[in-house]
């Protein structure tokens, strides 16, 4: 097939989401939830406003997510101030338990063909690129 990094991230990309997809919903969450329930799960206590900014997502979108959230019982917002704080219920542990999971279980699945040493290589080279990605969109 094709020999660029696109191709073989697009192909990642949708497996990966296929694959976080499938073990969301037995929580009854979808993968637009992913990153939000584990930025709460790492920052207990957050602001929405944080959680919008860390997540570079449109303010709108955020609102909707979060409400969502909080309505299925997997975060709870308190109202202190002029911000609200988030914060995971109990389900909400548990979702972010397994959102946290699925990334150490896809890379087991997805890396199974290399040994040890060349999965230290490939995400030694990786790093090298987002580094190098990250300078030049710094600079654009």
């Known amino acids: 097939m094709f020999q660029t990094l696109a191709y073989y991230a697009t192909v990642f990309h949708r497996s990966f989401t296929a694959y976080t997809t499938q073990q ?26 944080e959680l919008t900014a860390a997540l570079g997502l449109d303010w709108g979108y955020s609102q909707r997510c979060v409400t969502k959230l909080v309505e299925e019982g997997f975060l709870t917002r308190e109202k202190s101030g002029r911000a609200y704080h988030l914060a995971l219920s109990p389900k909400g542990q548990q979702a972010f338990q397994v959102s946290h999971q699925v990334f150490f279980d896809w890379d087991k699945q997805a890396l199974a063909a290399l040994d040890e040493s060349e999965q230290e290589q490939l995400f030694t080279l990786l790093a090298k690129v987002m580094k190098k990605e990250a300078t030049s969109t710094c600079t654009k």
């Open 24 to 49: 969301l919903q037995k929580l009854g969450l979808n993968f637009g939830s992913l990153f939000p329930v584990i930025y709460v799960g790492k920052h207990p206590d957050c602001t929405q406003a």
